[in-house]
């Protein structure tokens, strides 16, 4: 089968060409025919001259108007193409995780550009995040089906890339039906996630060694759990020993999950429906302390035009939650803004901390865990980054 063409301005291919998997509007030939062509479009690239440069899902309509599937030009994208990639992804995961509960697929990193997979033992949610992987649906599900005979396949159609490619919103059973939240197995901790209500794909699983490193900062400790979601940190400090363990967050269904994890593994942990800064605001009038202060708010910058407002929040956050830390106490803050660089990230919590009149050294800095690759090409796609102080 051959494809539509579409060609490179001259010169503007180069980057592609040495390993860049996206291709910008401006860097197109948009001719009418290119333009024409629909949202979700396969399609061989070419230089000006005509070279081909391999195989990519199009969108004239957005600002990454190509995404490249494979250097082979007209190649077939179909359901054996996307088995013989997650055989890979999966082959990866097995040598990372000895359960299986993780992110199987993490889009350009495990060569399915705008696709997200995440493994639930015999249940996947797969986020189709690109007109193009959105067409696909049918394909993934079968790939699926081939190489890890699922229980349930669950489509979370309702991301924000969704709106920029003109997709609506779809969230259903795909595959397969559920009867409700399903466990999650970490770090020896039996969680819950709610794969169609809950956030994202229903569970994080890029703060996995994230909480395993604040756990073993938190054994006989009093620990306060922010943005904690169904547990996260919270059950996995208490799980290590922590003395004292209370989880807030705003949503009522997720601190309803929260409190069956708890009981489920016989934790001692409370949990609080709360906003967090009212939350905070409220412990340091009463003068509340605890020794291992936790944050992981959503994101404070989702755009780039958000980032002045955003890193304020931060600085606000980092104030709030140095001002209820212990003496000699940890505080952990992350951020899951792509668009908030790092350096700028640990400078505004940082300088929070300081506004409370608390000097801090920074242990750690982290990011997501293993089942979370970056491709090398796309160093911003590191979205995820946390801090880790030790307060005077």
């Known amino acids: 089968m051959k494809f539509p063409r579409v060609q490179f301005i001259k010169g503007a291919h180069k980057r592609?060409?040495?390993?860049?998997?996206w291709a910008?509007?401006?860097?197109?030939?948009m001719d009418p025919a290119t333009k024409a062509l629909p949202a979700g479009s396969l399609v061989t690239l070419t230089d000006a001259g005509g070279e081909t440069l391999g195989t990519a899902h199009f969108n004239s309509h957005t600002l990454i108007a190509a995404r490249l599937l494979t250097p082979a030009g007209d190649a077939p994208i179909n359901a054996a193409f996307i088995a013989e990639r997650l055989k890979h992804a999966l082959a990866l995961r097995?040598?990372?995780?000895?359960?299986?509960?993780?992110?199987?697929?993490?889009?350009?990193?495990?060569?399915?550009?705008?696709?997200i997979i995440d493994r639930f033992d015999d249940v996947f949610v797969v986020q189709p995040n690109t007109a193009g992987m959105?067409?696909?649906?049918?394909?993934?599900?079968?790939?699926?089906?081939?190489?890890?005979?699922?229980r349930a396949i669950v489509l979370r159609g309702d991301s924000a890339a969704r709106g920029l490619e003109g997709l609506a919103e779809d969230v259903r059973c795909f595959a397969g039906s559920l009867d409700g939240p399903v466990p999650v197995e970490e770090n020896g901790v039996t969680y819950f996630a709610d794969l169609l209500s809950g956030q994202k794909t229903g569970w994080f699983f890029d703060q996995r060694d994230n909480h395993a490193f604040m756990a073993g900062l938190s054994r006989g400790a009093n620990v306060l759990d922010l943005y904690t979601h169904t547990g996260g940190f919270a059950l996995a400090a208490a799980k290590a020993g922590a003395r004292a363990v209370i989880g807030v967050d705003s949503s009522a269904p997720a601190v309803e999950l929260a409190v069956k994890a708890a009981k489920t593994n016989g934790f001692n942990a409370t949990f609080e429906r709360s906003d967090v800064f009212d939350f905070l605001e409220s412990a340091a009038a009463r003068h509340a302390r605890w020794d291992v202060v936790i944050a992981d708010p959503p994101a404070f910058v989702k755009s780039r035009k958000d980032l002045k407002a955003g890193l304020q929040g931060y600085r606000k956050l980092g104030r709030l939650c140095a001002a209820v830390a212990a003496p000699g106490g940890f505080?952990?803050?992350?951020?899951?803004?792509?668009?908030?660089?790092?350096?700028e990230f640990i400078a505004a919590v940082t300088r929070g901390v300081d506004d409370a009149g608390r000097r801090a050294r920074i242990l750690r800095t982290s990011g997501a865990s293993a089942d979370h690759p970056v491709h090398p090409a796309l160093?911003?796609?590191?979205?995820?980054?946390a801090v880790t102080l030790a307060l005077d």
């Open 16 to 21: 592609l060409k040495f390993g860049h998997p």
């Open 379 to 385: 160093p911003e796609s590191a979205y995820l980054k």
């Open 94 to 115: 097995e040598k990372l995780f000895d359960r299986p509960f993780y992110r199987l697929v993490h889009a350009e990193a495990d060569g399915l550009p705008g696709l």
């Open 331 to 343: 505080l952990f803050v992350a951020s899951c803004s792509h668009n908030a660089p790092v350096d």
């Open 24 to 29: 910008f509007s401006n860097e197109i030939q």
């Open 134 to 150: 959105d067409a696909l649906m049918g394909e993934i599900a079968a790939a699926l089906t081939v190489i890890t005979a699922p």
